[in-house]
């Protein structure tokens, strides 16, 4: 398998500080033990955040500026973003001042995508640290004949984690541009398989403090 994402550039609302740079499982941050991980099954890495923000630095891509995307620029907004590099880029950015819709996670998956047409790539949220081989194996078996493969379990769809296919990157922007952030209804415009796993555990969510000192707790890792 080739390229795994992980997002890292929420805004950990629930938390009260940045949950991706929280230290986990003998790693610098939680973000840090993701590429670890993940860097054991896919051949390259990368970090989906605002700024580079992480220390060692992880190699990033830089969410696109949400003030330049809109029906007529979507184009021009991609060519000047590039592609992105397998070493860390350097953003400075204080995200203080960043309007809600910068935070979208269709922003996120338009960022992402952009940059790897024709390819299926795994998007996983940081916060999310638990997810197997097994799983992202099971998912990856269906990532050459669906645009978007998916994980649930009996009680949740998780709509950002699963391969997404790179060609999806211009319905993300159309619909990001109108306003819509809901990854629902991205699946709605694409050929769509989501697979049900019955250990829930996997997925479990580091929203809050008392989520973080449970994982911890646990030894869930």
């Given at each position: 398998m080739k390229t795994c994402v992980i997002l890292a550039g929420g805004k950990s609302s629930r938390m009260g500080r940045d949950k991706t740079l929280l230290p986990f499982g003998g790693f610098a941050t939680l973000t840090h033990y993701g590429a670890h991980k993940f860097g054991r099954i896919f051949e390259r890495v990368f970090v989906s955040s605002k700024f580079e923000k992480f220390n060692p630095p992880l190699p990033l891509i830089?969410?696109?500026?949400?003030?330049?995307?809109?029906?007529?620029?979507?184009?021009?907004?991609?060519?000047?973003?590039?592609?992105?590099?397998?070493?860390?880029?350097?953003?400075?950015?204080?995200?203080?001042n960043l309007s809600e819709p910068a935070f979208s996670p269709m922003l996120a998956l338009y960022s992402i995508l952009k940059n790897f047409p024709n390819e299926s790539v795994f998007i996983?949220?940081?916060?999310?640290?638990?997810?197997s081989e097994e799983c992202v194996r099971e998912l990856y078996k269906f990532s050459g004949e669906y645009d978007m493969v998916i994980a649930a379990d009996e009680s949740h769809t998780h709509s950002l984690c699963g391969f997404f296919s790179g060609d999806l990157a211009d319905a993300a922007g159309e619909l990001f541009a109108?306003?819509?952030?809901?990854?629902?209804?991205?699946?709605?415009?694409?050929?769509?398989?989501?697979?049900?796993?019955?250990?829930?555990?996997?997925?479990?969510?580091?929203?809050?403090?008392?989520?973080y000192e449970q994982a911890l707790k646990e030894g869930k890792i």
């Open positions: 830089k969410d696109a500026d949400a003030e330049e995307i809109s029906r007529s620029n979507l184009t021009e907004a991609s060519n000047k973003e590039g592609a992105p590099k397998n070493s860390a880029q350097i953003f400075a950015q204080d995200t203080s996983v949220p940081a916060d999310m640290p638990f997810v109108a306003g819509e952030h809901k990854i629902g209804l991205l699946r709605d415009r694409c050929h769509c398989k989501i697979v049900k796993f019955a250990n829930a555990d996997e997925f479990f969510n580091i929203n809050y403090q008392a989520d």
